[in-house]
Structures are given as structure tokens and as C-alpha cells.
């Protein structure tokens, strides 16, 4: 065999055992190859990471923490994953994992037409509810989740981007993403602080990335058509704990639940 033959059949075979281990080759400006064009449309590492500050600077109703987010596409693929702090041990490192399930439950239970945020399905799916199990229906890939290096979490080479983590979460902080033209394009998960302020800092990470022409969804404001619900019944004379549209969230704090009423409306 010539010595460009061997070269050549080196480099195929290396090619393979990458393939088959699970490695990401990555791009020169820190994006996974195999994530470029399944995540056209969507928000780059960058753009999220300025969105999600931008939201955490403001007044959430929360404990004021440094923050997760992660972007997915249609098909669940991790496009983004970042954090707010000064490194990855500024956030609760549990909520890196977190932010990733919200971002796919956001997407795999939206539609065209109705979009569904976590924060909605916190009452359907307790026991009793009538999506009770959903939470254990789309089980988190460890090996994605955990994988890798720990000290490229939360950077642009994040292990999770480019693979599908899966995973369903029930509480507050993970919504729909749709384009201009109205169309599912993934979803958005952010974790890191109270369930109640982690939506109000999701919902304004996506309006600064303009990902909000929200179609419709299950909540009583137009407007906000998924934005979280506080009916969760605790009135005398009442079933305590009941959600009365059977969407409600549990409340936070007062301020959370103010802020969420004035929270930008979709475009």
C-alpha cells in the first residue's frame, strides 16, 4: 500500500470509530457540524446567552440566581445550552440538566396551532389529572446529559448540542418557540430559581429573541395565550388545591404572580 493510501485509510477508519463512540466533531467556530443545519432558525450560543442575561438582570419575583437555558429544535436536538453567572458553578449545576428537559418538553408537547409551556402542565399531570404520568413518559438520555467534559457545560461546546436529551419537566420555565411566519420551531427551557421567576425569565428570553408569534394556547389571556396560570384554588368552601381550568400552576410569590401578569405579550 502507498503511504497516501495508508494516510487516507487511517483517516476513514479514525472517521468511524468517532461515529460509532458518539463523538461530536466540532466546527471552528465552536458549533457542532452535525447540529448546523438542524438548528437553522434558532438562536446561536451567543444570542441565547445575551437573551438569558438580559431577562436575569430583571425583576423575576425570585430569589435574583444566575440561571440555565437551553435551546432544542423540532426534533429535540440541543442547539444552545448556557448559563448567566461567571461560571458554570455560579447556577445550581442540577438545573443545566433541568433547562435542557424544559426546552424539550416545551417542544415535544406543542403543536402548530397550541402552544403548551411546562408551567401548564403542572396540574394535568398530578395524580388525578388527566395527563398523570406524562412525566415519566419521555425519559432524559444520561449519557447526553452527563457526558463529556464538565468544564465545556454551558460553554458553545456543550456536550448536549447536537444529540436529543429527552426528559420531561412539569413546572415553570420551558416554552414553544415559533418564527415570524407562526411556525414550531423548537423549544426554550430555563431553570436556576424559583419555578415561577425561571418563567418569567424564559418568557423574556424568548421575546428578546423575537421566537414569540405564539398561535394560541390554554390560558385565559389572549395575549399570553401560554403564559402560567394562578388558579389553583385555596379559597374557603373551595377543594383546596385544585386548578380550576386544570392548568393552574402552584404560586411562588406574590411579586411572581404580579409579574406575570405584565409580562410582554406575543407577538
Do not use: E
Amino acid at each position: 500500500m502507498s503511504k497516501n493510501g495508508f494516510i487516507k485509510m487511517t483517516v476513514l477508519v479514525a472517521v468511524c470509530l468517532l461515529a460509532r463512540s458518539g463523538a461530536v466533531v466540532q466546527a471552528a467556530d465552536g458549533n457542532n457540524n452535525n447540529s448546523g443545519s438542524a438548528c437553522k432558525g434558532l438562536p446561536s450560543y451567543a444570542a441565547l446567552r445575551a437573551a438569558l442575561i438580559s431577562a436575569r438582570m430583571q425583576s423575576n419575583g425570585g430569589f435574583n440566581l444566575d440561571m440555565w437555558g437551553t435551546v432544542v429544535n423540532r426534533d429535540g436536538i440541543v442547539c444552545a445550552v448556557a448559563f448567566t453567572g461567571a461560571d458554570r458553578g455560579s447556577q445550581w449545576p442540577g438545573s443545566r440538566v433541568i433547562s435542557a428537559q424544559k426546552a424539550n418538553t416545551a417542544n415535544a408537547f406543542s403543536l402548530p396551532k397550541l402552544a403548551l409551556s411546562t408551567a401548564d402542565l403542572y396540574s394535568a399531570t398530578q395524580p388525578g389529572g388527566s395527563l398523570f404520568g406524562l412525566q415519566a413518559s419521555n425519559p432524559v438520555d444520561t449519557k447526553v446529559a452527563y457526558g463529556g467534559d464538565p468544564s465545556d457545560y454551558g460553554q458553545s461546546d456543550d456536550p448536549m448540542v447536537g444529540n436529543r436529551i429527552g426528559g420531561v419537566n412539569v413546572f415553570g420555565g420551558g416554552l414553544a418557540l415559533y418564527n415570524a411566519q407562526g411556525t414550531l420551531i423548537g423549544g426554550l427551557g430555563v431553570s436556576g430559581d424559583s419555578s415561577c421567576a425561571d418563567h418569567n425569565i424564559a418568557w423574556r428570553t424568548r421575546n428578546t429573541l423575537k421566537l414569540d408569534y405564539v398561535p394560541g394556547g390554554v390560558g385565559p389571556d389572549s395575549s399570553r395565550p401560554d403564559n402560567i396560570v394562578y388558579d389553583i384554588m385555596t379559597a374557603p368552601g373551595v377543594m383546596i388545591g385544585v386548578s380550576a381550568s386544570g392548568w393552574g400552576h402552584p404560586a411562588c410569590s406574590p411579586d411572581a404572580t404580579a409579574i406575570s401578569k405584565t409580562l410582554p405579550v406575543v407577538r
